[in-house]
């Protein structure tokens, strides 16, 4: 069992920047891929960002590519999503989500394990 508690959303203009971070705990949570998804209202949950459980490997959908980074801080079993350069269409509930296995990209259905979200909210 993997717990995941997301945390760093908000309220921020365009072309700002927001840190989001998941940490995660229990059994094993370190070696888990750790995704990031958003779900905008009235739309399917879509994949953001991937990160292998040590950090080797990370992939972006390309409409962040270039914006977000994800990265891992293992002594605090943390994983960050740097958004920068925020547009309007960013706006959504985020989660992260632990995964078993590398996809690339991933769909929300290969996650096993899900945090409750947080709230980005982009305004012009």
């Known amino acids: 069992q993997v717990q995941l508690v997301e945390s760093g959303g908000g309220l921020v203009q365009a072309g700002g920047s927001l840190r989001l971070s998941c940490e995660a705990s229990?059994?094993?949570?370190?070696?888990?891929?750790i995704e990031w998804f958003r779900q905008a209202p009235g739309k399917e949950r879509e994949f953001v960002a991937a990160?292998?459980?040590?950090?080797?490997?990370?992939y972006y959908d390309e409409s962040v590519k270039g914006r977000f980074t994800v990265s891992i801080e293992d002594a605090k079993n943390t994983v960050y999503l740097q958004m920068n350069s925020l547009k309007l269409e960013d706006t959504a509930v985020y989660y992260c989500?632990?995964?078993?296995?590398?996809?690339?990209?991933?769909?929300?259905?290969?996650?096993?394990?899900w945090g409750q979200g947080t709230q980005v909210t982009v305004s012009s």
């Open positions: 989500a632990a995964d078993v296995r590398w996809h690339a990209p991933p769909t929300a259905t290969d996650a096993v394990y």
């Open positions: 990160i292998s459980g040590r950090g080797g490997m990370t």
């Open positions: 229990g059994r094993n949570s370190d070696r888990y891929v």
